[in-house]
Antibody, heavy 119, light 107 residues
């Protein structure tokens, strides 16, 4: 069965960086991409970007350009999301999701990683 | 960017009720519309795609319809496990965008 297992919760200070991992299993990693979606406390869902599991091509949300980097390690079937210059409004649960293309449905989701940004 | 507007933002209903949620896109999205269900503290669950196609394993009481800019999700007979927040999402183009959510609460 398809599973996406994310790394654990993080607490960071403003200005720091965080790197969240997402290990995939149950499917051919290089046949799909990974989208990252975040959800601030009590709020809706916000798409952050997508990375191809095949060739590492990326598409980022415009308002995160310059602060976010998505990478993959195909040998480990793992995707990573690195967010820099953290602000308090980056406090959210971060989900990795499987999406074949940058514009596609998100059929499997990780369990979520809470990132708290606080001084 | 394509804006997705859901209504209502919340509703109260009883077990057995028929519930309809509406999602409107700011431009035509050619039925590239998905629905997700989120229970508090959990990740969203993928329910439907292409506006009306049920994902494998999703109960048949869920259905979707629509075209162009207007779409609906219907739950024909609400069950206790259906009390959750529902989100629509367009995948016509990047950036992917979601509706604001509809919280279905117990009356």
């Amino acid at each position: 069965q398809v599973q996406l297992v994310q790394s654990g919760a993080e607490v960071k200070k403003p200005g720091a960086s965080v790197k969240v991992s997402c290990k995939a299993s149950g499917y051919t990693f290089t046949s799909y991409g990974i989208s990252w979606v975040r959800q601030a406390p009590g709020q809706g869902l916000e798409w952050m970007g997508w990375i191809s599991g095949y060739n590492g091509n990326t598409y980022y949300a415009q308002d995160l350009q310059g602060r976010v980097t998505m990478t993959t390690d195909t040998s480990a079937s793992t995707a990573y999301m690195d967010l820099r210059s953290l602000r308090s409004d980056d406090t959210a649960v971060y989900f990795c999701t499987r999406g074949r293309y940058s514009s596609s449905t998100l059929d499997y989701w990780g369990q979520g990683t809470l990132v708290t940004v606080s001084s | 960017d394509i804006q997705m507007t859901q209504s209502p933002s919340s509703l109260s209903a009883s077990v057995g009720d028929r519930v309809t949620i509406t999602c409107r896109a700011s431009q035509g999205i050619s039925s590239s519309l998905a629905w997700y269900q989120q229970i508090p503290g959990k990740a969203p669950k993928f329910l439907l795609y292409a506006a009306s196609r049920l994902e494998s394993g999703v109960p048949s009481r869920f259905s979707g319809s629509g075209s162009g800019t207007n779409y609906t999700l219907t739950i024909s007979s609400l069950q206790p496990e259906d009390f959750a927040t529902y989100y629509c999402q367009q995948y016509y183009s990047t950036p992917l965008t979601f509706g604001g959510g509809t919280k279905v609460e117990i009356k």
